[in-house]
């Protein structure tokens, strides 16, 4: 029942519940004081691999860095 309620408020504002989600995230990380904050910010960081398949061999892996919010 509480879903229902928040969902047209960040869809009315023209939000995906992920954005909304981040943006709340980011707003929890910066209120935190220190050494909390930095861990929380160092957490930030995604790191992944990709892999392309041909011939259903897979190819050579791609190692990817990403940061899930960038600076708002």
């Known amino acids: 029942m509480a879903s ?4 047209p ?3 009315s504002a ?4 992920i954005t909304y989600s981040n943006l709340c ?4 990380r910066n209120c935190l004081k220190e050494p909390y ?3 929380a910010l ?3 960081k995604v790191h992944y ?13 791609k190692s990817v860095n990403f ?4 600076n708002q």
């Open 4 to 7: 229902n309620a928040a969902a």
């Open 9 to 11: 408020f960040w869809r």
């Open 14 to 17: 023209g939000m995906t519940y």
């Open 25 to 28: 995230a980011n707003l929890v």
């Open 37 to 39: 904050k930095s861990e």
């Open 42 to 44: 160092s957490r930030e």
């Open 49 to 61: 691999t990709i892999s392309k398949w041909a011939d259903g061999k897979p190819q050579k892996p």
């Open 67 to 70: 940061y899930r919010l960038q």
